[in-house]
């Protein structure tokens, strides 16, 4: 039996800079509207993520808060967060967003998801949705919110 895949990611270029796109990633406020996981709900504002240790709250589709701590943050490049319930370890699976400005136009969006950490198998049905197919559908989302039908990009 081969060992199951813990690690997903997705890709697409959009036809947008990568400051603009990031500014919807690091704004927790703003995470609902791009999300193809269906699984955010809310997020209170002024919550904007401008470093590594920054913790945001969001609510998710059960109605539970979960607590996001920040391990990774370059402005407008790369952001990643450890969610938790509130108070709580963080289970062990990440998110991770990093964008890449490309020469000929547009920006590199890479998303991903890895619960290669996750050990409360109650959690495992869960990580398992979050598939390559929902990841690129939070991309498709967000390329959705950024383009423009006239950019010569797209």
Known sequence: MAA???IVAAERVVAA?????????????????????????????????????DVFTMTIHTGEVRENRVVEFVEGR?????????????????????LEPLASGGTLV????DWSGLTDETRFARARANTAEALRASIDRLAGLVETADDPRR
């Open 4 to 6: 199951e895949e813990r």
């Open 110 to 113: 890479r998303h991903g998801y």
């Open 17 to 53: 800079e990568a400051a603009e796109i990031f500014e919807l990633i690091a704004d927790p406020a703003r995470q609902p509207e791009w999300d193809g996981n269906g699984n955010l709900t809310a997020a209170g504002a002024g919550q904007r993520v401008r470093a590594v240790g």
């Open 78 to 98: 790369r952001i990643a967060w450890l969610p938790s319930p509130v108070g709580l370890p963080e289970p062990g699976h990440l998110w991770r967003w990093e």
